[in-house]
């Protein structure tokens, strides 16, 4: 009997699981892949998705492991993280769902309105630590960043700070929502946000990558004509073999309804 | 059938046996995963696993510490002879850039040609120090030689001031900074909790009517059962503005803000275990005391106070206990800067809010992961003294007892 | 007269501190209650969050919770009402029962994040449930046994030992007098410490980010295998994620009052159970 019964509870399982999707990964992703998936689940009601962060990372190796049915990177899947499918014979492909601008971001009272990506990469290794000496106010500069392995963190890494190391001791924030209130609510503060978290109580600063000559201010339509310049790409991945179990939320995501809520979310659509 | 109850009798109380060792069985695994797992990083290479670090075999440099590679991918040591090389300046190289270099058919079929690439691009240069996986190098180039690679030492992480676990080629893991905040934050929040907990406990056992107990004693119980993580959102939407105004900061996620949140946190604890000490006080002491002349308060400042001493000494190292592992509400307003800190009112890392904020983003098995349970090591050790120095103090006031 | 003037200041500053500790509780209540009530209707109760969390309501984190409440309930509570029979009716005073006390002790001065740490490699790595209730149940469970264990026998203890002397003179067994007459009377204190075990489990956060909590899942579970949203998770989350923190701060105040309510709601009926129980008894 009692045999039975957990046949019938793994069965059961086996059998929900089937239509059931999961999604783990890039927290930048989750507001992105939440409402994805209400109104998935609106259109098909038999389906089930769940949402699940983690960070970037944590998506690709729970992709790997099988705990996971697409992986939502805020990042390109590392070389190593390939190879390690590669050798235990399975494939991913990837779709990009979304672009994403970093906006660098500062309390209101901030008289600063541009910086160069050497100015922040000073700022962010801790070789500035004045507003002073950026054109502002003797103020101490106070930089938010985000925990270690989140995608943004790293993408933040590579593009502004040339793989540098951050400062020792930098503030870092469990999740962006967090930073945008910290910088809110503190005067000195200079942090990194997706374009989506921008509203008025904080400055997006205009930022330039040539040195100074043109500063460009984060925005949709900058990103868009590709002027802004922290820009990246927002993958989902999935592994080859399970294609057609995904197929019809991706189909959706890549739909004109998928990428009006793109936009809506404040990300910029694909297309 | 009389034996038929007697062998019911023999299995229940087997039954029964099993049972009653759950608990140690329970703290048994909980040392083996922990341990297991946390150890587990002092096996693996300094160097991220799979890759290696290569310089031109002309250069004579043959091992660097973990601090010092990090160092040079920072471009903060930036020159060969300020690590015992020849006078050279430090040219760092990101396997990556290998992709950059040369377009992908060059690199040929599956990247069968990349580490003939990667040995040419390593050959040219003489200051070069390339970070690259152990499966494209270069085996057929003599010019090229891999750096000795060490296994992360224990040095490193007790006594390494920093904190970037994710940082590629050579992690850091030093622990030394979220362990002195860890103890920075739970020292400040009994400084503030004890006088507070010890005086209302006082209160209670020796001034409070009937009525005001009836009030009391339910308040304290339901500031013990508010959970952490609502402490914690009170503490991010009331206490850190508050703090930041009130002193003037440029931040109000600081240690102080920890401390007051875990001096809240503490004192249901302290109060009700001073209050049971104090409680206990025998009567005819302090009626002798009364009797001799003495105040009230002389009674309870010169008798009641000293006779509970080491009970009120378990509510403190118990309060500290509840500080340190406190995980939710410190994450969400110490700022969770990993430095070693030097005041109150700066942010602070903690062991517990690391583990939580970062064991989601840590791949399974991966040196990172293992970092954060030897954290979880750490911290259970800390616990563990904490709880039998508990045990052994009020074990010593029963002994006492009069 | 100097002194009695002293110990006048004195004892008004420890009935300011008496004050004070009710005025913080109140100050914490008060906030989440002034901040939260007009969120809370029978809507916000019972729909799935919308909006990118910004509207709708949590049924699915209160589901999610009483899973999790359910689940360590069935893990720990036999387990650690039969140790403390254990203990207290058969190991008596012997080292194993001081051994055993020793470490119950210990395992419930573990802080929450290590019980975390450790649901997450045996649990859900280990023995491979994932996240998942079941892994998060066991987690919970492990941390409220200790609880259970103590209230368990604290309530057996409380037991006169003539009622065992009594019954087994009458020639009951020993296993006898345990299930007819000892724990009928130690019933409602093992009652009330699982139900404080009850608001223990509701609150906590620690240890259900690794093994269970998911950030967004509006279908209800379907087996114990799933992934569930929890209150406590869901406080956190929109407290600090989220695109438009703004906005969602309604619905984490809203949150954070069911929360609240949940563990006063507990912690209440508790001493109200307490108190019935005892009353009944010295009528008998």
């Given at each position: 009997?009692?045999?039975?019964?957990?046949?019938?509870?793994?069965?059961?399982?086996i059998?929900?699981?089937?239509?059931?999707?999961?999604?783990?990964?890039?927290?930048?992703?989750?507001?992105?892949?939440q409402?994805?998936?209400?109104?998935?689940?609106?259109?098909?009601?038999?389906?089930?998705?769940?949402?699940?962060?983690?960070g970037?990372?944590?998506?690709?190796?729970?992709?790997?492991?099988?705990?996971?049915?697409?992986a939502?990177?805020?990042?390109?899947?590392?070389?190593d993280?390939?190879?390690?499918?590669?050798?235990?014979?399975?494939?991913?492909?990837?779709?990009i769902?979304?672009?994403?601008?970093?906006?660098?971001?500062?309390?209101?009272?901030?008289?600063v309105?541009?910086?160069?990506?050497?100015?922040?990469?000073?700022?962010?290794?801790?070789?500035?630590?004045n507003?002073?000496?950026?054109?502002?106010?003797?103020?101490?500069?106070?930089?938010?960043?985000?925990?270690?392995?989140?995608?943004?963190?790293?993408?933040?890494k590579?593009?502004?700070?040339?793989?540098?190391?951050?400062?020792?001791?930098?503030?870092?924030?469990?999740a962006?929502?967090?930073?945008?209130?910290?910088?809110?609510?503190?005067?000195?503060a200079?942090?990194?946000?997706?374009?989506?978290?921008?509203?008025?109580?904080?400055?997006?600063?205009?930022?330039?990558?040539d040195?100074?000559k043109?500063?460009?201010?984060?925005?949709?339509?900058?990103?868009?004509?590709?002027?802004?310049?922290?820009?990246?790409?927002?993958?989902?991945?999935?592994?080859?073999?399970?294609?057609?179990?995904?197929?019809?939320?991706?189909?959706?995501?890549?739909?004109?309804?998928?990428?009006?809520?793109?936009?809506?979310?404040?990300?910029?659509?694909?297309? | 059938?009389?034996?038929?109850?007697?062998?019911?009798?023999?299995?229940?109380?087997?039954?029964?046996?099993?049972?009653?060792?759950?608990?140690?069985?329970?703290?048994?695994?909980?040392?083996?995963?922990?341990?297991?797992?946390?150890?587990?990083?002092?096996?693996?290479?300094?160097?991220?696993?799979?890759?290696?670090?290569?310089?031109?075999?002309?250069?004579?440099?043959?091992?660097?510490?973990?601090?010092?590679?990090?160092?040079?991918?920072?471009?903060?040591?930036?020159?060969?002879?300020?690590?015992?090389?020849n006078?050279?300046?430090?040219?760092?190289?990101?396997?990556?850039?290998?992709?950059s270099?040369?377009?992908?058919?060059?690199?040929?079929?599956?990247?069968?040609?990349?580490?003939?690439?990667?040995?040419?691009?390593?050959?040219?240069?003489?200051?070069?120090?390339?970070y690259i996986?152990?499966?494209f190098?270069?085996?057929?180039?003599?010019?090229?030689?891999?750096?000795t690679?060490?296994?992360?030492?224990?040095?490193?992480?007790?006594?390494?001031?920093?904190?970037?676990?994710?940082?590629?080629?050579?992690?850091?893991?030093?622990?030394?900074?979220l362990?002195?905040?860890?103890?920075?934050?739970?020292?400040?929040?009994?400084?503030?909790?004890?006088p507070?907990?010890?005086?209302?406990?006082?209160?209670?056992?020796?001034?409070?009517?009937?009525?005001?107990?009836?009030?009391?004693?339910?308040?304290?119980?339901?500031?013990?059962?508010?959970?952490?993580?609502?402490?914690?959102?009170?503490?991010?939407?009331?206490?850190?503005?508050?703090?930041?105004?009130?002193?003037?900061?440029?931040?109000?996620?600081?240690?102080?803000?920890?401390?007051?949140?875990?001096?809240?946190?503490?004192?249901?604890?302290?109060?009700?275990?001073?209050?049971?000490?104090?409680?206990?006080?025998?009567?005819?002491?302090?009626?002798?005391?009364?009797?001799?002349?003495a105040?009230?308060?002389?009674?309870?400042?010169?008798?009641?106070?000293?006779?509970?001493?080491?009970?009120?000494?378990?509510?403190?190292?118990?309060?500290?206990?509840?500080?340190?592992?406190?995980?939710?509400?410190?994450?969400?307003?110490?700022?969770?800067?990993?430095?070693?800190?030097?005041?109150?009112?700066?942010?602070?890392?903690?062991?517990?809010?690391?583990?939580?904020?970062?064991?989601?983003?840590?791949?399974?098995?991966?040196?990172?992961?293992?970092?954060?349970f030897?954290?979880?090591s750490?911290?259970?050790?800390?616990?563990?003294?904490?709880?039998?120095?508990?045990?052994?103090?009020?074990?010593?006031?029963?002994s006492?007892?009069? | 007269?100097?002194?009695r003037?002293?110990?006048?200041?004195?004892?008004?500053?420890?009935?300011?501190?008496?004050?004070?500790?009710?005025?913080?509780?109140?100050?914490?209540?008060?906030?989440?209650?002034?901040?939260?009530?007009?969120?809370?209707?029978?809507?916000?109760?019972?729909?799935?969050?919308?909006?990118?969390?910004?509207?709708?309501?949590?049924?699915?984190?209160?589901?999610?919770?009483?899973?999790?409440?359910?689940?360590?309930?069935?893990?720990?509570?036999?387990?650690?009402?039969?140790?403390?029979?254990?203990?207290?009716?058969?190991?008596?005073?012997?080292?194993?029962?001081?051994?055993?006390?020793?470490?119950?002790?210990?395992?419930?001065?573990?802080?929450?994040?290590v019980?975390?740490?450790?649901?997450m490699?045996?649990?859900?790595?280990?023995?491979?449930?994932?996240?998942?209730?079941?892994?998060?149940?066991?987690?919970?469970?492990?941390l409220?046994?200790?609880?259970?264990?103590?209230?368990?026998?604290?309530a057996?203890?409380?037991?006169?030992?003539?009622?065992?002397?009594?019954?087994?003179?009458?020639?009951?067994t020993?296993?006898q007098?345990?299930?007819?007459?000892?724990?009928?009377?130690?019933?409602?204190?093992?009652?009330?410490?699982?139900?404080?075990?009850?608001?223990r489990?509701?609150g906590?956060t620690?240890?259900i980010?690794?093994?269970?909590?998911?950030?967004?899942?509006p279908?209800?579970?379907?087996?114990?295998?799933d992934q569930?949203?929890?209150?406590?998770?869901?406080?956190?989350?929109?407290?600090?994620?989220?695109?438009?923190i703004?906005?969602?701060?309604?619905?984490?105040?809203?949150?954070?009052?069911?929360l609240?309510?949940?563990?006063?709601?507990?912690?209440?009926?508790?001493?109200?159970?307490?108190k019935?129980?005892?009353?009944?008894?010295?009528?008998?």
């Open positions: 009997m009692k045999k039975t019964i957990l046949t019938a509870i793994i069965l059961t399982t059998a929900l699981g089937a239509q059931a999707q999961r999604i783990k990964g890039s927290d930048t992703m989750l507001p992105l892949s409402k994805e998936a209400e109104e998935f689940m609106n259109v098909n009601p038999s389906q089930t998705v769940t949402v699940t962060g983690g970037s990372g944590v998506g690709i190796s729970a992709l790997l492991e099988g705990t996971t049915d697409l939502q990177l805020s990042r390109k899947i590392k070389f993280e390939k190879q390690k499918f590669q050798s235990n014979g399975k494939s991913v492909k990837e779709v769902a979304a672009y994403d601008a970093l906006a660098i971001v500062t309390h209101p009272s901030n008289k309105k541009n910086l160069t990506r050497e100015q922040l990469e000073d700022i962010f290794t801790g070789k500035i630590k507003w002073k000496e950026v054109g502002g106010d003797d103020l101490a500069i106070v930089p938010y960043a985000r925990e270690t392995s989140s995608g943004t963190y790293e993408f933040f590579e593009s502004v700070l040339k793989n540098k190391n951050y400062m020792t001791g930098i503030m870092s924030m469990p962006t929502g967090a930073i945008i209130q910290s910088i809110s609510q503190t005067k000195g200079i942090g990194y946000v997706g374009l989506a978290y921008l509203n008025q109580n904080v400055k997006a600063i205009h930022v330039s990558y040195q100074g043109t500063f460009v201010e984060p925005s949709v339509a900058n990103a868009k004509n590709e002027t802004y310049p922290i820009v990246r790409p927002l993958y989902y991945y999935y592994e080859s073999a399970s294609e057609n179990k995904v197929k019809l939320f991706i189909d959706f995501v890549l739909s004109t309804k998928g990428q009006q809520i793109v936009s809506e979310i404040g990300f910029i659509s694909v297309r | 059938m009389k034996k038929l109850r007697k062998i019911t009798e023999q299995i229940v109380k087997l039954l029964l046996t099993v049972n009653g060792g759950v608990t140690s069985l329970a703290i048994l695994l909980i040392i083996v995963f922990l341990f297991k797992e946390g150890l587990g990083l002092f096996k693996n290479p300094s160097v991220e696993k799979g890759y290696v670090l290569c310089v031109n075999s002309a250069n004579n440099v043959e091992r660097l510490s973990s601090y010092e590679i990090k160092q040079i991918f920072d471009w903060k040591t930036t020159d060969w002879n300020e690590i015992g090389g006078a050279g300046t430090i040219a760092p190289f990101r396997f990556e850039e290998i992709f270099l040369y377009s992908d058919e060059e690199l040929g079929e599956d990247y069968s040609l990349l580490p003939e690439k990667l040995g040419e691009v390593i050959a040219k240069d003489i200051n070069i120090i390339a996986p152990q499966e190098f270069p085996q057929n180039n003599n010019a090229v030689k891999i750096l690679s060490e296994n992360i030492r224990f040095s490193d992480f007790f006594g390494g001031t920093e904190w970037l676990p994710t940082t590629t080629p050579s992690p850091q893991f030093g622990v030394f900074p362990i002195l905040g860890t103890l920075w934050i739970s020292l400040f929040a009994i400084l503030i909790a004890l507070l907990g010890v005086g209302v406990a006082v209160y209670l056992s020796e001034l409070a009517s009937e009525r005001v107990r009836k009030i009391l004693k339910p308040a304290i119980e339901l500031l013990a059962g508010i959970p952490s993580v609502v402490y914690g959102f009170f503490g991010l939407v009331v206490l850190v503005p508050l703090v930041q105004r009130t002193f003037n900061l440029p931040v109000g996620e600081t240690a102080f803000t920890g401390s007051l949140i875990l001096a809240i946190m503490a004192l249901p604890t302290i109060i009700t275990i001073a209050e049971d000490a104090m409680r206990n006080t025998p009567r005819a002491m302090r009626e002798a005391s009364l009797a001799l002349g105040t009230h308060w002389q009674t309870i400042y010169k008798v009641i106070i000293p006779y509970s001493s080491s009970g009120i000494m378990a509510a403190i190292v118990l309060g500290i206990g509840r500080a340190i592992g406190e995980t939710m509400a410190v994450l969400m307003v110490t700022g969770n800067a990993a430095v070693i800190p030097s005041s109150l009112f700066q942010p602070i890392r903690t062991i517990p809010a690391t583990i939580a904020a970062e064991l989601g983003e840590a791949p399974v098995g991966g040196a990172h992961y293992q970092s954060l030897l954290l979880g750490i911290l259970f050790i800390i616990t563990m003294i904490i709880s039998i120095s508990a045990e052994f103090i009020s074990r010593r006031r029963q006492k007892g009069i | 007269m100097h002194k003037i002293k110990q006048k200041i004195v004892f008004i500053v420890l009935r300011l501190l008496g004050i004070l500790i009710v005025g913080i509780l109140l100050w914490i209540l008060g906030f989440i209650v002034y901040n939260g009530a007009e969120v809370i209707n029978w809507t916000f109760l019972t729909t799935a969050p919308t909006e990118g969390m910004t509207a709708g309501g949590i049924f699915p984190a209160i589901v999610g919770t009483f899973c999790l409440i359910t689940g360590s309930v069935v893990f720990a509570f036999p387990i650690g009402v039969l140790s403390a029979i254990y203990m207290n009716e058969y190991a008596g005073n012997t080292w194993i029962a001081k051994f055993i006390r020793i470490m119950t002790n210990n395992l419930g001065s573990i802080p929450s994040i019980f975390g740490l450790f649901g490699a045996l649990f859900v790595n280990t023995l491979g449930f994932g996240d998942s209730i079941i892994a998060g149940s066991c987690t919970l469970g492990l409220v046994l200790p609880v259970i264990i103590r209230t368990t026998e604290e057996l203890k409380s037991i006169p030992d003539t009622y065992r002397t009594g019954s087994l003179a009458l020639g009951a020993k296993l007098t345990i299930w007819r007459v000892i724990l009928p009377m130690a019933f409602p204190n093992i009652i009330t410490g699982l139900i404080l075990s009850i608001g489990v509701s906590e620690a240890p980010l690794f093994t269970v909590a998911a950030y967004f899942l279908k209800l579970p379907d087996s114990i295998f569930v949203m929890a209150l406590p998770y869901h406080l956190y989350v929109i407290a600090t994620s989220g695109t438009d703004e906005a969602s701060r309604p619905i984490a105040y809203g949150t954070a009052l069911v609240i309510i949940v563990v006063l709601l507990i912690n209440l009926l508790a001493t109200f159970l307490r019935y129980f005892a009353k009944k008894v010295k009528m008998n």
